[in-house]
């Protein structure tokens, strides 16, 4: 099993520019999350999908984000445009549809840094 | 207002040391996980618990859901630098099945 995985592992760009963080969940897992972490703000969950379908999107910080998951093995989320404090480590999870254990597996991260 | 507190936020200690760490709400839960996260990766999966007053043992940490459902320990005994990185809890609730929400953490560094 590899794991979810996440490209890239580090993003730096411009203020201004568009920015796609690509996430490939675990075969199998019916849910999909997408959370930000920040020293001051810690683990937030901007959104998250259930067989494909975005369920909760409250967490999204503005409309210049966006995600999607067209099919069962791939999800983005768009920065569009991006600004400085939007600087942090996007994480993507998933999990298993299993009643009463909701242990996520999490990728490893990209860590977007918008100068 | 978080929905939970962990302390303390920062803790360093020698190898060898024991330690504990909390996680609090006022609310009362289903169910309590802890994670750990190592720099530069995604939090891990450690432990879940389920029922109040639930204990459960991982090699040297010994993880304690409160009577109540609204509190968890976690006791590292003899700790070692691979001990080292930030513990987090996390509960799932609210109106979003199986949607978790994560305390602030604890930053643990065991020093050889």
């Known amino acids: 099993d590899a794991g979810v995985i996440q490209s890239p592992r580090h993003e730096v760009t411009e203020m201004g520019q568009e920015v796609t963080l690509r996430c490939k969940p675990i075969s199998g897992h019916d849910y999909l999350f997408w959370y930000r972490q920040t020293m001051m703000r810690g683990l937030e969950l901007l959104i998250y999908?259930?067989?494909?379908?975005?369920?909760?999107d409250s967490g999204m910080p503005e409309d210049r984000f966006s995600a999607k998951m067209p099919n069962a093995s791939f999800s983005t989320l768009k920065i569009q445009p991006s600004e400085p404090r939007d600087s942090a480590v996007y994480f993507c999870?998933?999990?298993?549809?299993?009643?009463?254990?909701?242990?996520?597996?999490f990728g490893s991260g990209t860590r977007l840094t918008v100068v | 207002t978080q929905l939970l507190e962990q302390s303390p936020q920062f803790l360093s200690i020698q190898e060898g040391e024991n330690l504990t760490v909390y996680c609090n709400s006022s609310s009362v839960f289903s169910s309590l996980q802890w994670y750990r996260q190592e720099p530069g990766e995604g939090p891990v999966l450690l432990v879940t618990v389920v029922t109040g007053g639930e204990v459960k043992k991982l090699k040297r940490l010994t993880f304690q859901f409160g009577d109540a459902r609204k509190d968890s320990s976690l006791h590292i005994t003899a700790a070692q630098p691979g001990d080292t990185g930030l513990y987090l809890c996390?509960?799932?609730?609210?109106?979003?099945?199986?949607?978790?929400?994560f305390g602030q953490g604890t930053i643990l560094t065991v020093h050889p």
């Open positions: 999908f259930n067989n494909n379908v975005p369920i909760d």
């Open positions: 999870a998933s999990r298993r549809n299993s009643k009463g254990n909701y242990g996520y597996t």
């Open positions: 996390a509960v799932a609730g609210g109106t979003s099945y199986g949607k978790l929400t």
